[in-house]
């Protein structure tokens, strides 16, 4: 299947199919800047997620408690109707030996949030790349996100919240683990 590229004349194309006239002064240099923004709205398909996570033994070989990041930025567009979504994650794993910078963690949530997605997808894959890299012996994830296509059209229902979460490893049948780790990830 041959790739091309959707371009400033689409976005120009678009602006006219909605009515508008594409070069009126307010709209006129829209289509570029518009091109610019899903660039780097989808720019993780460019991204290998295994590659961002660095795994560090050095400092790792003593450490046997969870490491907890919360507050994670997600900024994502849902596939049904490209329409943003964004909340925050919070990732936990309990080493194995290895542990990772903890910005990489940062990282890998916008690498795979800059793809159009599912809320109940991008947990799942964060929380998969992070045991298949790290193999530590647990790995959780939560995400709390709104989601504009329900805010803003069909029901609209402001400011409802989604949660999606992925319990790995040990965090699936030790219900203290677990715990602990709902708590951590508590706001």
Not at 39 to 53: A, C, F, I, M
Not at 74 to 96: D, M, Q, R, W
Not at 99 to 114: H, M, N, P, Q, W
Request: charged letters at 25%.
């Amino acid at each position: 299947m041959s790739k091309e590229a959707f371009s400033e004349h689409d976005w120009r194309r678009f602006l006219a199919t909605l009515g508008e006239d594409p070069d009126r002064p307010g709209l006129a240099e829209t289509p570029h800047r518009v091109a610019k923004a899903w660039k780097h709205w989808t720019s993780g398909y460019d991204q290998d997620p295994v590659e961002l996570l660095k795994a560090f033994e050095d400092g790792a070989e003593q450490y046997n408690e969870l490491i907890v990041v919360r507050n994670i930025p997600v900024y994502s567009h849902c596939e049904h109707h490209l329409a943003p979504f964004f909340g925050k994650a919070t990732i936990g794993y309990l080493p194995n030996g290895k542990i990772v910078g903890l910005s990489k963690l940062t990282r890998l949530v916008d690498c795979f949030a800059k793809r159009l997605q599912v809320q109940e997808r991008l947990t799942v894959q964060i929380a998969n790349t992070l045991m298949e890299v790290l193999e530590p012996k647990a790995v959780g994830v939560v995400i709390k996100c709104r989601h504009m296509c329900m805010e803003s059209r069909g029901i609209r229902t402001p400011g409802e919240e989604t949660i999606t979460s992925s319990m790995l490893g040990e965090l699936q049948p030790n219900l203290g683990l677990r715990t602990e780790f709902l708590a951590l990830a508590r706001d």
